[in-house]
């Protein structure tokens, strides 16, 4: 049974910093991408970065690039999510996905997590 389980939400003011983590299981991911998006109350599911599990260069979306980076965990199949000078605009559940191929496109992923919430204060 595949499980990607999220973990490291929370609240923080603008201007601080979280990191998230995403751990993968019940089959191999070495050959997958791991990738992040979220979801705000009222919009639709925003890609926000991914990297191939087994390594590869990363992959980010707009309103993130230069804030936030992606990276493997030194345990087997877990992925990072470094996210600095968070902004109000920032807060959304943000849910952790894998698939056979990189895409910007939340439909097409095959596994998802439960999600973790992120709330910034400003």
């Known amino acids: 049974q595949v499980q990607l389980v999220e973990s490291g939400g929370g609240l923080v003011q603008a201007g601080g910093s979280l990191r998230l983590s995403c751990a993968a299981s019940?089959?191999?991911?070495?050959?997958?991408?791991m990738s992040w998006f979220r979801q705000a109350p009222g919009k639709e599911r925003e890609f926000v970065a991914a990297?191939?599990?087994?390594?590869?260069?990363?992959h980010y979306g707009d309103s993130v690039k230069g804030r936030f980076t992606i990276s493997r965990g030194d345990a087997k199949n877990t992925v990072h999510l470094q996210m600095n000078s968070l902004k109000p605009e920032d807060t959304a559940i943000y849910y952790c996905?894998?698939?056979?191929?990189?895409?910007?496109?939340?439909?097409?992923?095959?596994?998802w997590g439960q999600g973790t919430q992120v709330t910034v204060s400003s």
């Open positions: 019940g089959r191999t991911f070495s050959t997958y991408y």
């Open positions: 996905a894998a698939n056979t191929y990189m895409s910007v496109y939340s439909g097409e992923y095959e596994y």
């Open positions: 990297i191939r599990s087994g390594g590869g260069i990363a």
